[in-house]
């Protein structure tokens, strides 16, 4: 199956500093990306959507300039939480769709990511 | 009222038993229903795919969707310790529209 990869799978980080997410498809070129937030025991909310070459999509709600969305490449995009806090501490985990489908219902996921902000 | 809803769970099952994970929904366009499984700290994986109404079985597993109840279950047969994860429920309309996903079963297989 196809597969993403997502660095780091961990990171502590001081409160003001920012920090940077990668997803990357391995073994094909996705078109569109995810990024999702996970609390304990709550489902996946979608950040944002992300389409190579274009600015993202962001969910109502999310700040656009907090949470930097950059999709360069058919396989890579990256997550930029800009000047961190405690609230900002999650599991961030991206997904991607594979170029040749024109649906969503069949995404591939990255292994997350979990931030810790002191 | 959220538009998926799914029982969070704890849900602990000896080892060889029949799994029922369920979701309800509000929303009757959606036309997809998928069932996903994560293990702790790491991305959901796609288990099985539904379009529309009906059953399909793949292995040990079987997604049923009854769109007139608004409605989905993910049978598990003879479980495995290594079943042992969070099950989570999502659906969409269709084409480019997001997943929306339910908050997750946790299930626990005992040896």
């Known amino acids: 199956g196809a597969v993403v990869s997502q660095h780091p799978s961990w990171v502590i980080c001081k409160s003001g500093t920012s920090v940077k997410i990668e997803c990357r498809s391995l073994d094909f070129q996705a078109t569109t990306m995810f990024w999702y937030r996970q609390f304990p025991k709550q489902s996946l909310m979608l950040m944002a959507t992300s389409n190579e070459g274009s600015k993202a999509t962001y969910e109502q709600g999310v700040e656009k300039d907090k949470f930097l969305i950059n999709h360069a490449s058919l396989t890579l995009s990256t997550l930029t939480v800009t000047s961190a806090h405690p609230e900002d501490s999650s599991f961030y985990i991206c997904?991607?769709?594979?170029?040749?489908?024109?649906?969503?219902?069949?995404?591939?996921f990255g292994s997350g990511t979990q931030l810790s902000v002191l | 009222q959220k538009e998926v809803e799914q029982d969070p769970g704890p849900l602990s099952v000896p080892e060889g038993a029949i799994v029922s994970l369920n979701c309800t929904y509000s929303?009757?366009?959606?036309?997809?229903f998928m069932w996903y499984r994560q293990y702790s700290r790491k991305g959901p994986e796609l288990l099985m795919y539904t379009y529309s109404s009906g059953n399909k079985e793949d292995g040990r597993f079987t997604a049923q969707v009854d769109k007139s109840s608004k409605y989905i279950s993910l049978f598990i047969r003879d479980s495995q310790p290594s079943d042992s994860a969070t099950y989570l429920c999502?659906?969409?309309?269709?084409?480019?529209?997001?997943?929306?996903f339910g908050t997750g079963t946790r299930l626990t297989i005992i040896p």
């Open positions: 997904s991607a769709r594979d170029g040749q489908t024109t649906t969503n219902e069949k995404l591939f």
């Open positions: 929303n009757s366009a959606f036309q997809y």
């Open positions: 999502a659906m969409s309309r269709g084409g480019n529209e997001k997943l929306t």
